[in-house]
């Protein structure tokens, strides 16, 4: 079995995420219930919302507050590691991710390359 990364990514609002407290706990039954399915069959590795703010290190040193946002404010908002059996399992679970409600949302699909034990 392979296992896969979810990143979750949304647009967001000038200084934090879009989706507003009152909508994140209206959609927490069905992250739990879409978490929860891929959980009972075993394959659930982790799975988090990441905070707003962060710090990004690259060759011109250290800036501190801001995530990297793309060109349209859409940024990361969380992340999960799952063991799929192939991939067009893990896109089919990915199709029907609560994130998918908000305009301008994605889920991208990474498989996991182990790192070689020598």
């Known amino acids: 079995m392979t296992e896969y990364l979810l990143l979750f990514r949304n ?3 000038e200084n934090g995420y879009l989706a507003k407290t009152q909508d994140m706990a ?3 039954h069905k992250w739990q219930s879409w978490i929860g399915n891929i959980a009972m069959q075993g394959k659930l590795v982790h799975t ?5 703010e962060a ?4 060759n011109n040193g250290l800036r501190n507050g801001q995530p990297h946002k793309e060109d349209n404010s859409v940024l990361v908002s969380g992340f999960l590691i799952c063991r799929g059996d192939n991939f067009e399992e893990v896109q089919e679970w990915s ?3 609560p994130i998918l409600k908000y305009p301008n949302s994605s889920v991208e699909i990474r498989p996991v390359i182990p790192f070689p034990v020598n």
């Open 11 to 13: 647009a967001s609002a």
């Open 26 to 28: 209206e959609d927490m």
């Open 48 to 52: 988090a919302p990441i905070r707003y």
């Open 55 to 58: 710090s990004i290190v690259d």
């Open 95 to 97: 199709k029907t991710c």
